[in-house]
C-alpha cells in the first residue's frame, strides 16, 4: 500500500502539463488555473471548454499526440488520456526528469493523488481516503460544506487582521498565545455553527473587544 505525504503545493506561475484533452483533462486544467498555474494541454483533440480556454489565452496548447519529449520543463504532469500506453509513456519521462506526475485512474503509478477539497475563501480542507474510496471522501466533503459555510471565509479574515496587528501591538507571546486561543476555542465556540453567517456581524465584534482587552487591560504598550 502506498503511503502519501500530506502538503499544500505552491503552483502559481509554474509550467503544468496535462496530456489528455478530453472531460478528465478540462478538469484539471480548470483547477490548475484556479491556483495560478501556467497550463499547457498536449491533445489532438479538445472540448468545448477547453477550446474556449485556448481561445481566450488561458492555456497554451500542442495540437498533437504526446511524444516523449513533450514534457520537458514541466513542474507538474498529469497524463489523462483514454490510451493506457500513452499514459505510461508520460508516467515513464516525468519519472526519468524527477517531475511529479499523476496518472489518470491509476494511483499505482502516480507521484501524488488529488484529495476532496472544501474552500472557504483562504480555509482550505481537504479530505482523502489515500484513493480507496474516492466516493466517501466526496459524502464527507459534502457533510462539511453544512458544518463550515461561506461564513467562514469572513471569519477568517477577521482572525487574520487581528492576528498580523497582534503581532506587531503584542510583544508577549504569552498574551498572543491566550489571545488566539480565546477568540477561537471561546468567542467561536460561543455560536451555533449553524447559525454563523446570521451572527458573523456579532462574531466579528466580539473578537475586536477580546483584542483590545490584551492591549489594554493587560497593560501592554501600544
Known sequence: MSLYYPMMLKIEGKPCTVVGGGAVAQRKVETLLEYGAVVTVISPSLTEKLKLLLENNKIHYKNKVYETGDLTGS???YGVTDDKVVNEKCKKEAE???MLVNIGDSPELSDFILPA????GSLIITISTEGKSPALSRKIRRQLEILYDESYDDLLETLGKIRTKALMEIP???YRKALFHQLVYDELDKLDKLELKRDMEELKKAMWEVYK???VKKGVSR
Open 75 to 77: 513542474f507538474l504532469v
Open 96 to 98: 526519468s526528469q524527477n
Open 117 to 120: 477539497v472544501l474552500k472557504r
Open 172 to 174: 508577549s507571546i504569552e
Open 213 to 215: 482587552y490584551y492591549t
